[in-house]
C-alpha cells in the first residue's frame, strides 16, 4: 500500500514537472521554430519548421541597425550593472553594518522607489534630456536605469549582506584594519556570491527595459534591441519581417537565458530572500 | 566613544550618498518636476502657447472618457492577471516545493518566463495567435483574428502577463511553503485532516505574510502594464491602458502638461493601492512577522 501512494506520488508530480517545462517552455520555442523557418514556409501554421534555414540570422546580422542596437543593449546594460552594483553595495553595507539615522528610511525609500510606475517620470526626463542633450545617448538611458536597478541592487544585497558572518570584519578591525580595509579585504569576497547574484538580476532588468528605450531613443546612437525589434520593419515593405524578428529576439533571449539557467540557484535565492525576508 | 559613533554616522551617510543623490535625482525630481508641469498647457507642437493653467489638465482629463476607459482597462487586466496568478501560482509552488526529482530542473524552467525579455514573450504570443503564421488556430481548428477584438485581444494580454509572471508569484509563495513547519502538516495528517483541509486550515493562513507580499508586488507591478500591450495592440481595440496613455500623450502627442498630469493620476493610483494594501492587511502583515 505504502509502496503504491509513492509510485502514486511520484507520478503524479512527475506529470506536474513535465507540465510546467512544457508551459515555461512552449513560447521560448515557438519563436526558435519561426525564426528557423524560411520565408515561405512561415505562413504554413505549423508549430516546428519543415526544414531549417539561418538565412533570417545571416539578415539581421548583415544589417546596419542590428547590430547597432545590439552593442548599445550590451553597452548600456553593462555598465548601468556595474554603476547600480557598486553604489548600492556601499549604501547596502552602510544600511547593514553602520548606526545612522535614516537607514531604515533609506531602505524603504528605495523599495517604494521599485514599486512606482516608470512612465510617470519618463515626460519630465524626457524634457530635461533636449535640455541638457542627453536624449539619445547611452547616458540618458543609464541614468534612468537607476531607478529600478539601484533600489533591487540596495534590496537584494542588504538581504544578503545581513547573513554574512561579521565577526570576521570585528576581528580584523581588532587587528588595526579600517573599516575600509576591512571591508575590501574581508568582505567584498565573501559577498561576491551576492554581489553575482544581483549583478545577474540588474542586468535582466536594464535588458528588458522598453519604455524607457523607446522613449529617451530615436537613432541608431543609443536604440537598444527591445526597441528596435517593435519598430523593426525589415529591408521591404511589402514582406512582414516575422523571421527577421524572431531571429533577432532569439539572439537577445538566448544568451541571458543561459546565464539565467547555470546560475539558476542563485537567482531563486536573491528573488525570494529579498521579497519573503524583507 | 562618542568619537567613534558620530564618525560611524558620517561614514554610514558617506556610503550612501551617492546612491540616495542617484535615486533623488532620477526619481524624486522629476515626480516633482512632473507635478509643476502639469499645472501648465505645454504642448511641445505649439510652444508658445506655454501658460499656468493651474487644474485644467486635471479638469480636462478627469471628464474625459479616455481616461476612465484606460483606467478600466488597466483595473480589468491588474485584477484578473493578479487572480489568475495566484490559482495557478499555487499549484505551480506547490509541485515545485514536493517535487523530488528533476527539481533543478523545474525551478530552472520557472526562471525562463522571468528572464525572457517582455517585448519578446509579447512577440511571441503575437505571432502564435495571429491567423496566418500562428499555431493556435490550426491547434484549435479556430479562424479567429485574436487582435482585431477587443475582448480576445484582452485574453492574449492577460495570457501572455500570466506565462510571463505566474512563475514569479510562484516563486515567492514557495519561499513561503518553506516556513510552514513539517511537523505541523504531520499533526494535522495524524488527527485526520485530509489534503484540502490541510492546504485552507494550515498552510495558507501560515503563508498569509508570503502571499500579501507577492500579490502587493504583482499588482503594483500589473497597474503599470506596458511592454505586453504596446506589442500586441498598441492600445487599439479598445484596449488602451493608464501607462499607455500616458505615453501617447508625452511622447506621441509631444503634450507635456497634459502628460504630466496623467503621470500624476497614474501615480496617485499606485499610493491608493499601496494605502489599501497596507491598511486593509497591514495588522495581518505585522502579526504574521510576530508568528515568525
Request: some cysteine; proline content about 4%.
Given at each position: 500500500?505504502?509502496?503504491?501512494?509513492?509510485?502514486?506520488?511520484?507520478?503524479f508530480?512527475?506529470?506536474?514537472?513535465?507540465?510546467?517545462?512544457?508551459?515555461?517552455?512552449?513560447?521560448?520555442?515557438?519563436?526558435?521554430?519561426?525564426?528557423?523557418?524560411?520565408?515561405?514556409?512561415?505562413?504554413?501554421?505549423?508549430?516546428?519548421?519543415?526544414?531549417?534555414?539561418l538565412?533570417?540570422?545571416?539578415?539581421?546580422?548583415?544589417?546596419m541597425?542590428f547590430?547597432?542596437a545590439?552593442?548599445?543593449?550590451?553597452?548600456?546594460?553593462?555598465?548601468?550593472?556595474v554603476?547600480?552594483?557598486?553604489?548600492?553595495m556601499?549604501?547596502?553595507?552602510?544600511?547593514?553594518?553602520?548606526?545612522?539615522?535614516?537607514?531604515?528610511?533609506?531602505?524603504?525609500?528605495?523599495?517604494?522607489?521599485?514599486?512606482?510606475?516608470?512612465?510617470?517620470?519618463?515626460?519630465?526626463?524626457?524634457?530635461?534630456?533636449?535640455?541638457?542633450?542627453?536624449?539619445?545617448?547611452?547616458?540618458?538611458?543609464?541614468?534612468?536605469?537607476?531607478?529600478f536597478?539601484?533600489?533591487?541592487?540596495?534590496?537584494?544585497?542588504?538581504?544578503?549582506?545581513?547573513?554574512?558572518?561579521?565577526?570576521?570584519?570585528?576581528?580584523?578591525?581588532?587587528?588595526g584594519?579600517?573599516?575600509?580595509?576591512?571591508?575590501?579585504?574581508?568582505?567584498?569576497?565573501?559577498?561576491?556570491?551576492?554581489?553575482?547574484?544581483?549583478?545577474?538580476?540588474?542586468?535582466?532588468?536594464?535588458?528588458?527595459?522598453?519604455?524607457?528605450?523607446?522613449?529617451?531613443?530615436?537613432?541608431n546612437?543609443?536604440?537598444?534591441?527591445?526597441?528596435?525589434?517593435?519598430?523593426?520593419?525589415?529591408?521591404?515593405?511589402?514582406?512582414?519581417?516575422?523571421?527577421?524578428?524572431?531571429?533577432?529576439?532569439v539572439?537577445?533571449?538566448?544568451?541571458?537565458l543561459?546565464?539565467?539557467?547555470?546560475?539558476?540557484?542563485?537567482?531563486?535565492?536573491?528573488?525570494?530572500?529579498?521579497?519573503?525576508?524583507? | 566613544?562618542?568619537?567613534?559613533k558620530?564618525?560611524?554616522?558620517?561614514?554610514?551617510?558617506?556610503?550612501c550618498?551617492?546612491?540616495?543623490?542617484?535615486?533623488?535625482?532620477?526619481?524624486?525630481?522629476?515626480?516633482?518636476?512632473?507635478?509643476?508641469?502639469?499645472?501648465?498647457?505645454?504642448?511641445?507642437?505649439?510652444?508658445?502657447?506655454r501658460?499656468?493653467?493651474?487644474?485644467?489638465?486635471?479638469?480636462?482629463?478627469?471628464?474625459?472618457?479616455v481616461?476612465?476607459?484606460?483606467?478600466?482597462?488597466?483595473?480589468?487586466?491588474?485584477?484578473?492577471?493578479?487572480?489568475?496568478?495566484?490559482?495557478?501560482?499555487?499549484?505551480?509552488a506547490?509541485?515545485?516545493h514536493?517535487t523530488?526529482?528533476?527539481?533543478?530542473?523545474?525551478?530552472?524552467?520557472?526562471?525562463?518566463?522571468?528572464?525572457?525579455?517582455?517585448?519578446?514573450?509579447?512577440?511571441?504570443?503575437?505571432?502564435?495567435?495571429?491567423?496566418?503564421?500562428?499555431?493556435?488556430?490550426?491547434?484549435?481548428?479556430?479562424?479567429?483574428?485574436w487582435?482585431t477584438?477587443?475582448w480576445?485581444?484582452?485574453?492574449?494580454?492577460?495570457?501572455?502577463?500570466i506565462?510571463?509572471?505566474?512563475?514569479?508569484?510562484?516563486?515567492?509563495?514557495?519561499?513561503?511553503?518553506?516556513?510552514?513547519?513539517?511537523?505541523?502538516?504531520?499533526?494535522?495528517?495524524?488527527?485526520?485532516?485530509?489534503?484540502?483541509q490541510?492546504?485552507?486550515?494550515?498552510?495558507?493562513?501560515?503563508?498569509?505574510?508570503?502571499i500579501?507580499?507577492?500579490?502587493?508586488?504583482?499588482?503594483?507591478?500589473?497597474?503599470?502594464?506596458?511592454?505586453?500591450?504596446?506589442?500586441?495592440?498598441?492600445?487599439a481595440q479598445g484596449?488602451?491602458?493608464?501607462s499607455?496613455?500616458?505615453?501617447?500623450t508625452f511622447i506621441?502627442?509631444?503634450?507635456?502638461?497634459l502628460g504630466?498630469?496623467?503621470?500624476?493620476?497614474?501615480?496617485?493610483?499606485?499610493?491608493?493601492?499601496?494605502v489599501?494594501?497596507?491598511?486593509?492587511?497591514?495588522?495581518?502583515?505585522?502579526q504574521g512577522?510576530?508568528a515568525?
Amino acid at each position: 500500500m505504502r509502496m503504491r501512494n509513492d509510485l502514486m506520488g511520484r507520478v503524479f508530480w512527475g506529470m506536474g514537472n513535465l507540465m510546467v517545462m512544457a508551459y515555461a517552455l512552449l513560447p521560448v520555442l515557438w519563436i526558435i521554430s519561426l525564426s528557423l523557418k524560411q520565408s515561405r514556409h512561415l505562413n504554413d501554421q505549423r508549430f516546428f519548421p519543415q526544414t531549417i534555414s539561418l538565412e533570417n540570422y545571416r539578415i539581421i546580422f548583415s544589417d546596419m541597425q542590428f547590430p547597432a542596437a545590439l552593442w548599445n543593449s550590451l553597452g548600456i546594460a553593462v555598465i548601468s550593472t556595474v554603476l547600480a552594483v557598486t553604489l548600492g553595495m556601499f549604501a547596502a553595507y552602510a544600511i547593514v553594518r553602520l548606526e545612522f539615522p535614516g537607514r531604515r528610511l533609506i531602505l524603504a525609500g528605495a523599495l517604494a522607489t521599485a514599486m512606482f510606475p516608470s512612465v510617470v517620470i519618463i515626460g519630465p526626463i524626457f524634457n530635461m534630456w533636449r535640455t541638457v542633450g542627453l536624449f539619445d545617448t547611452w547616458l540618458g538611458l543609464i541614468i534612468p536605469y537607476m531607478t529600478f536597478a539601484l533600489p533591487l541592487a540596495i534590496w537584494i544585497l542588504s538581504a544578503f549582506f545581513r547573513e554574512i558572518p561579521w565577526e570576521l570584519d570585528k576581528a580584523a578591525r581588532v587587528d588595526g584594519a579600517t573599516p575600509w580595509q576591512a571591508f575590501i579585504r574581508v568582505i567584498v569576497p565573501l559577498a561576491a556570491p551576492a554581489i553575482f547574484t544581483a549583478a545577474i538580476l540588474v542586468f535582466i532588468f536594464a535588458w528588458n527595459d522598453f519604455l524607457f528605450a523607446i522613449s529617451l531613443t530615436s537613432t541608431n546612437n543609443a536604440r537598444t534591441v527591445p526597441a528596435v525589434i517593435a519598430f523593426f520593419t525589415g529591408s521591404s515593405r511589402f514582406e512582414l519581417p516575422t523571421g527577421l524578428i524572431a531571429a533577432a529576439s532569439v539572439v537577445i533571449t538566448v544568451p541571458v537565458l543561459i546565464i539565467v539557467l547555470i546560475f539558476q540557484q542563485r537567482i531563486v535565492a536573491g528573488l525570494t530572500s529579498g521579497a519573503v525576508k524583507g | 566613544m562618542n568619537q567613534k559613533k558620530s564618525n560611524e554616522r558620517r561614514l554610514g551617510w558617506l556610503l550612501c550618498a551617492p546612491a540616495v543623490t542617484a535615486l533623488l535625482v532620477v526619481t524624486a525630481y522629476p515626480i516633482l518636476y512632473a507635478l509643476w508641469l502639469s499645472l501648465f498647457r505645454y504642448d511641445l507642437r505649439f510652444p508658445e502657447q506655454r501658460a499656468f493653467i493651474g487644474l485644467d489638465n486635471y479638469v480636462s482629463i478627469l471628464t474625459s472618457e479616455v481616461w476612465w476607459h484606460a483606467l478600466g482597462n488597466t483595473l480589468i487586466l491588474t485584477i484578473s492577471s493578479v487572480s489568475l496568478e495566484l490559482l495557478l501560482g499555487f499549484p505551480l509552488a506547490l509541485i515545485m516545493h514536493h517535487t523530488l526529482f528533476w527539481r533543478r530542473a523545474v525551478r530552472a524552467a520557472t526562471l525562463i518566463p522571468y528572464a525572457m525579455v517582455t517585448v519578446v514573450a509579447a512577440l511571441a504570443w503575437k505571432f502564435a495567435f495571429d491567423p496566418t503564421t500562428g499555431f493556435v488556430n490550426a491547434l484549435l481548428g479556430m479562424e479567429q483574428v485574436w487582435l482585431t477584438q477587443r475582448w480576445s485581444a484582452f485574453l492574449v494580454i492577460i495570457l501572455t502577463e500570466i506565462w510571463k509572471t505566474t512563475p514569479f508569484m510562484a516563486l515567492l509563495l514557495m519561499a513561503g511553503l518553506t516556513l510552514v513547519p513539517h511537523d505541523l502538516i504531520q499533526a494535522a495528517r495524524v488527527d485526520g485532516a485530509n489534503a484540502w483541509q490541510r492546504f485552507i486550515k494550515i498552510i495558507v493562513p501560515l503563508m498569509k505574510p508570503a502571499i500579501l507580499v507577492a500579490v502587493l508586488f504583482r499588482t503594483l507591478d500589473a497597474f503599470r502594464i506596458f511592454d505586453t500591450v504596446f506589442i500586441l495592440t498598441r492600445g487599439a481595440q479598445g484596449t488602451e491602458t493608464v501607462s499607455l496613455l500616458g505615453y501617447n500623450t508625452f511622447i506621441v502627442s509631444l503634450n507635456l502638461g497634459l502628460g504630466s498630469a496623467v503621470s500624476v493620476l497614474i501615480f496617485i493610483g499606485v499610493l491608493i493601492i499601496s494605502v489599501l494594501f497596507i491598511k486593509g492587511f497591514g495588522a495581518s502583515l505585522t502579526q504574521g512577522e510576530k508568528a515568525e
